[in-house]
């Protein structure tokens, strides 16, 4: 099948082409980064596990208080 046509699928169904090839069982379509969300999670990944977690619990505080607002 041709390339194109396997990206017209995938838009139609709302998958990613590595879905419909079979390269893999997410259906989900890859996350867009920009500059500054790469740049943090490039920088989460350096911490250790027990940062991790401080920085985690920390954005579901900052998701709570912006529920309330």
Same mark, same amino acid.
């Given at each position: 099948?041709?390339?194109?046509?396997?990206?017209?699928?995938?838009?139609?169904?709302?998958?990613?082409?590595?879905? !419909?090839?079979?390269?893999?069982?997410?259906p989900? !379509?890859p996350?867009?980064?920009?500059?500054?969300?790469?740049?943090?999670? /490039?920088?989460?990944?350096? !911490?250790?596990?027990? +940062?991790? /977690?401080?920085v985690?619990?920390?954005?579901?505080?900052? +998701?709570?208080?912006?529920?309330? /607002?």
């Amino acid at each position: 099948m041709p390339i194109e046509m396997i990206v017209k699928l995938a838009k139609i169904f709302n998958v990613s082409v590595d879905y !419909l090839t079979g390269a893999t069982d997410d259906p989900a !379509l890859p996350m867009r980064l920009d500059g500054v969300e790469r740049e943090l999670i /490039e920088m989460f990944r350096t !911490l250790y596990r027990d +940062q991790q /977690e401080a920085v985690h619990n920390q954005i579901q505080f900052f +998701q709570k208080q912006n529920q309330r /607002e």
